[in-house]
């Protein structure tokens, strides 16, 4: 069998490169009103196919305006075993489905959550605040996911391999390592799934890494159980919509599950419940290390697929594009109002061309548009809640008082009832705690450096290692940033972005330090693996 051959989505790019944008922003329209003939519903949960409501409910409202999008099921504990009954049914059969009909359904996935493209796009944009251009970018981005790991399923054979060795002639009186069989023997060597897993999804890409982790757990073999944001940062109608169209492609009843609810009522069972083999988590360190803490310390010893925020650096070297780093820099930091983990919050900038750098990035800065991000031309909306708003402030008023505001620092009436505030642009000593923290807000940081190795040393100089960027035209600061930088993830002269935007087939997004567990990272050869567990089994003929 021919190996598919993978092609991205990129919706945005094939519109406007076939002179078709009125087109994409008519179909971004029509997804925004049928999106709005959706809001205002009670929704229920899925467990099994079957709808599951509980005695209270959560009101989810946009982040833009305050617009009621729905009504959503508060689930509890009891709710969450319950599912993971059904979900633990379910993985016998779903386990022993032959690879390639999986690869077949996760396709028919793919072109369903394609032809929906649109509106589970501008639903997006109602429930987080993202531009048009994030939110399809995003859900192109998850259909990629699925078609990646399909393929890297088939060209895997299911991760299953063949060995033997012959019969010998010899014989000898007693067994040993080595010794020679007096029969043939055959052996199979596959990767298999451990079982259930939870799917404890963000609010920042509820599309893309919500899918991305679900299909990677279960087109491997597991069932999942899957808990979109559903505290403070909600994101609940994107996440029945991904359920509705892994439903709509085929996926047997309980292999996937929806359930809504507090982190400390529905994620803190999937992490304690024995009967969950496995946890796929994006979100900040300290929830995922609490998660993986509790479990060992009761003795469960599950397996964890896990993203954990970062830190990023960006280095823009006396050698480097000055235009070219701006615009880098700029959208790594600003893009959905620093509200990824792979934006950028920190860039060290040579000395000799520092004035030069911030004065171009605050002229860059100062032009871009905020405010409803469903509009055309919007390039930041609004902050997600309430919470990353004291953030903002807060942080703001530290640097007021230990640093200096170069640009920012407001907040900003649109005459929407949302939390928006202009990008921030400051300087603060190295040693100051906004250097490590990570904010979620769209604060950047800039400092100065003399030598090449100061810089990379004041970049490593932090807990993550997720992305981080380069700007030079100089061969040997490449290979020694290359060779010395600690992150996962790293672009050189990228213009589009500095640090955020990995493409599925173009790279993995993967990190190191304290920014992931395992090492291991999505879009990746290496990726479906984590929800599998190596078996090896021998057989003598008798």
């Known amino acids: 069998m021919a190996k598919a051959q993978f092609v991205n989505e990129f919706t945005y790019k094939n519109f406007i490169e ?5 087109e994409f922003d ?50 509890t504990r009891e709710h969450t075993r319950a599912t993971i009954a059904e979900a633990n049914k ?24 394609s032809k929906n493209k649109f509106l589970l796009s501008a639903i997006l944009s109602y429930e987080n605040g993202k531009s048009r251009y994030e939110s399809v970018g995003e859900v192109d981005e998850a259909i990629d996911f699925i078609r990646f790991y399909a393929n890297e399923l088939e060209a895997n054979k ?44 963000p609010f920042n890409f509820p599309v893309s890494i919500s899918t991305g982790m679900s299909a990677g757990a279960m087109i491997a073999g597991n069932t999942a159980i899957f808990k979109p944001s559903s505290t403070d940062s909600m994101t609940m109608l994107t996440g029945l919509k991904i359920y509705e169209y892994f ?23 999937l992490v304690v419940n024995k009967d969950v083999a496995g946890i ?81 990035l605050i002229e860059k800065v100062r032009h871009f548009k905020i405010g ?42 649109t005459g929407l009832n949302g939390f928006y505030v ?46 981080s960027g380069l700007y030079s035209k100089n061969n040997k600061e490449i290979k020694e940033y290359i060779d010395k930088m600690q992150a996962g993830l790293v672009y050189i002269n990228r213009q589009t972005s500095a640090t955020t935007g990995a493409i599925v087939g173009l790279h993995t997004f993967v990190g190191w330090k304290a920014s992931s567990i395992g090492g291991k990272g999505t879009g990746s050869k290496f990726y479906l693996q984590q929800f599998m567990r190596e078996h090896s089994i021998s057989l003598t003929k008798w």
């Open 90 to 113: 379910a993985f016998w059969n779903w386990k022993n489905t032959d690879y390639r009909e999986r690869v077949a359904l996760f396709r028919k996935a793919a072109d369903v959550f």
């Open 26 to 75: 008519a179909l971004f329209e029509k997804g925004l009103e049928d999106a709005r003939k959706l809001f205002g519903k009670t929704f229920p949960m899925y467990v099994a196919g079957r709808e599951v409501f509980a005695q209270e409910r959560i009101t989810e409202k946009s982040p833009i305006d305050g617009t009621v999008i729905g009504n959503f099921q508060k689930g």
């Open 280 to 360: 796929a988590f994006t979100g900040s360190r300290s929830v995922g290390t609490s998660m993986i803490k509790k479990a060992y310390d009761l003795g469960l010893q599950k397996a964890f697929v896990v993203e954990m925020g970062g830190k990023n650096a960006v280095i823009v070297s006396k050698h480097a594009d000055i235009d070219v780093a701006v615009d880098g820099v700029a959208s790594a930091a600003f893009g959905f109002d620093g509200q990824k983990c792979s934006a950028c919050s920190r860039v060290y900038v040579h000395d000799s061309i520092k004035e030069q750098f911030i004065s171009k």
């Open 372 to 413: 409803n991000p469903l509009e055309k031309g919007v390039y930041m909306g609004p902050l997600i809640s309430q919470n990353a708003m004291k953030t903002y402030s807060e942080a703001v008023e530290k640097i007021r008082a230990t640093g200096r505001i170069l640009y920012g620092g407001n907040k900003i009436n």
């Open 158 to 201: 299911g991760f299953a391999r063949k060995t033997a060795m012959l019969q010998s002639t010899a014989k000898v009186p007693a067994g040993f390592q080595g010794a020679p069989s007096s029969k043939p023997e055959k052996g199979v060597i596959r990767l298999e799934p451990y079982g259930v897993f939870g799917i404890i999804a």
């Open 18 to 22: 076939q002179g078709k944008e009125p």
């Open 422 to 467: 202009e990008p921030t642009i400051a300087e603060v000593r190295h040693d100051n705690e906004l250097v490590r923290k990570e904010l979620f807000v769209p604060i950047l940081i800039v400092e100065s450096y003399k030598d090449f190795n100061d810089a990379l040393r004041l970049a490593n100089d932090v807990e993550y290692g997720l992305t």
């Open 247 to 269: 439903k709509e492609a085929g996926l047997p009843s309980g292999v996937f599950n929806y359930v809504t609810g507090p982190g400390s009522e529905v994620g803190d069972e």
